[in-house]
Structure formats: C-alpha cells, structure tokens
C-alpha cells in the first residue's frame, strides 16, 4: 500500500485471511482427532483430565475465529481503521467478562461455561471484521461500474463511507506471499509457543521449590506480566504498520521521526510501569491470592525482583516489532526467541540451583536486560540500511 500497489495489497490480504481460516479448520480437526493425547501429553492429571477436555473441545471448535480475529486486529490498522480495532477489543473484552458470568455463575456451566464465553468473544471481531472488509469490497465493485471514473475518484467514493482501500477480492496465489508472511511472523510464533514452553519450565521447578502454592505464585506474576505488557505489545502492533507505510513510500524523514517518538514513549512508559509494579506489587499479590497467605508472601516477594524485568522489556518488544515491520523477520525472530525462550531458559536452569526462588525471580529480569543488549546492537547495525535514525 506505500508503493501504491492497491490491487496487490487486497490480493495480499484476502489470501492471508483464506490461509487462516484453513489452518484454523485444520488445527480443529487435529485437535478433535487426538484430543485425549494432547492432554495427557501436557501433563495433565487423573483430576485435570475431564476439566482439560472439556474445555478444549470447546476451545478447539473457536479456533478458526481465534485466528482470524487475531488478523483482523493487525489489518484494521493497515486499513486504516485503528479506532475501529480498539473499540472492538475493548467490545471483546466487555463481552467475554458478562458471557463468562452469565454462563459460569448464572447457568451453572462451570469450565465449560468458561470456554463457551471466551469462544463468543472471538466471533465479535471476526463476525464484524468480515462484515467490514466484506462491504468494503461491495463498495469498490459498484463504484468500477461506473465507466467514467478514474481509480482515483473509486477510492474516494469508497473513503467518504468509511471504508478503507483494503478489503476482500479474487485472491491470486501466490505462494511467496505466504512464505514472506509466516517468516516475517516468525518472532510472534516464537513468542506464542516460548511462553508456553516458559510457563511448562517456570511451573516445573517452582513446584520442586515450594510445591503447588509455589505454582499459584508463579501464575500469579506470569499473569500479571501479560497484563501489564500488554500496553507494550498493543502500542508496538499499532505502530508497526505506520513504520512499515513509510518505510514502503521510502518517507525517510517520517520514518525516523515515528521511530524516535516511538522509543522515547516506550522508555518513559517503561518507568511508569516498573514503578507501579514495583510499588503495587503488594496490592496485585492480593487481588489474586487473597485467601492463601502462603501464596500472597511468596508472590508480594517475587514482585519485588520481578518488577526490573519491565524497565527492559518495552524497548525489545518495540524492536521486534520494528523488524517485523521492516521486513526483517530475522532479526526480529531472534529477539522475541531470545527474550522469550532462550535467555529464560538458561537462567531459569541455572539460577535456581545456587539462588533457589530467588533464582527464578531473577531469570527474566536478567534474560530482558540481556535481551537489551543485543537489541541495541541489531538497532545501530541496520540504522543505515532502514535509515531510521
């Protein structure tokens, strides 16, 4: 869309979307298949078993509107619709609080009323979002009817009701696209799947510690960490394709000034954030572990250490997306890997054997700021190359 390549941008967009929902589909008929595996392969036990599949049978027949509302979320940006992006997550998340009410308290589902919930929130933004893209589509083919307008004045027309040059169309195949896309996504993949490695290792040795309330605690902080980088993570989505649009139409000078703006507002977020953390960590502690004083002690102390990791973790999260939105998907991915696995990984071996719970407070403090480090190496090593500062 920054070279202009319009018909190009909806082929792009209309394939990806077509890819999704097939992956989507095959992920349900998979899951479906060896659903009884999968469980007991992620180490449930004889009481877990009947809650874990449950829930995800539910879960597995959502799949499909996961994926595309995940999408959707990205594209209403490079649409041009970021306003419309954010009322529907925050429609989603309204949804998913008075779904899961209404069917775990009211109708008395339990975890099955859970799933349910968080299943309809996934189908708001994709129901919509097609919706969207879908008239989008209508617009422009009634507007190439008329035989005296120019390309021009059909976008125009689209514009003034309020859609954006991005919508459904015939899709041509083609594979590069595709390759392109799941490289240039591969630092997210490598995000998703080490957050659940991560958690399966943070779990594991916080119970040879201290046990299941040592767990609890370690779900509470890794719960907490989700909410409070998803300022992060939400503010690096929606600047991606606005450094990407300019790095397309070779806008050097808007490039470097978005990317200033962009670091100087994540760094002095990060402060906000590791000072609430740091501060509030007592308050957090209990609004999660209340009624188990245990669980509360061991949290509120892990906080204390824990909180540094969020003076760090802004700025890489920033940077991968940068990458991304550069097309660099290698340098991305070996951020997020090593943010999200590998450094975690090493330190949450080695640390806890001389430092014990400390030790696994400290591993992603220590992993960020290492992560930090080589993040501004790979910022300075492409500066001349993207020119973006």
Request: proline share 2%; with cysteine; hydrophobic share 50%.
């Amino acid at each position: 869309m920054g070279n202009g390549e319009v018909d190009e941008a909806r082929s792009d967009f209309t394939l990806i979307i077509i890819t999704g929902v097939i992956t989507g589909l095959l992920i349900t008929v998979i899951g479906l298949l060896f659903l009884d595996e999968i469980i007991w392969g992620l180490g449930a036990s004889e009481i877990l078993f009947p809650y874990c599949k449950d829930y995800l049978i539910i879960q597995l027949l959502f799949v499909v509107g996961n994926i595309t509302q995940v999408l959707y979320q990205n594209l209403f940006v490079t649409a041009g619709k970021p306003t419309f992006g954010l009322i529907l997550s925050i429609l989603v998340g309204i949804a998913n609080i008075v779904f899961d009410y209404i069917f775990i308290v009211l109708l008395q589902m339990g975890i099955k009323g859970a799933a349910i919930g968080t299943g309809i929130g996934y189908m708001i933004p994709t129901i919509i979002g097609t919706i969207f893209f879908l008239t989008g589509s209508r617009i422009s083919e009634a507007d190439m009817k008329c035989g005296d307008r120019t390309a021009a004045d059909r976008r125009e027309g689209a514009l003034l009701f309020g859609r954006s040059e991005l919508h459904f169309c015939k899709p041509k195949m083609v594979a590069l696209v595709l390759l392109k896309s799941c490289s240039n996504g591969a630092s997210e993949m490598v995000s998703q799947l080490s957050t659940a490695v991560t958690t399966f290792l943070f779990n594991a040795t916080m119970m040879k510690l201290l046990g299941e309330d040592g767990v609890a605690a370690i779900t509470v902080i890794i719960y907490s960490e989700f909410l409070l980088t998803t300022l992060y993570i939400g503010f690096s989505m929606g600047v991606a394709p606005i450094i990407s649009y300019n790095y397309g139409s070779e806008n050097v000078k808007q490039l470097r000034k978005v990317v200033r703006i962009c670091f100087c507002f994540i760094m002095t977020i990060s402060t906000f954030v590791f000072l609430f953390s740091f501060f509030a960590g007592e308050n957090i502690a209990r609004v999660f572990a209340e009624n188990n004083r245990h669980v509360y002690e061991i949290t509120k102390e892990g906080f204390t250490i824990f909180s540094f990791s969020f003076l760090f973790s802004g700025c890489n999260i920033l940077a991968s997306a940068l990458f991304t939105a550069l097309s660099n998907g290698k340098a991305s991915a070996t951020i997020s890997f090593l943010r999200a696995f590998g450094f975690i990984t090493v330190f949450l071996l080695v640390l806890p054997r001389f430092l014990q719970v400390t030790g696994v407070w400290l591993a992603i403090p220590i992993a960020e700021l290492f992560t930090l480090v080589l993040t501004i190496y790979l910022i300075f090593r492409n500066r001349k190359q993207y020119k973006y500062l």
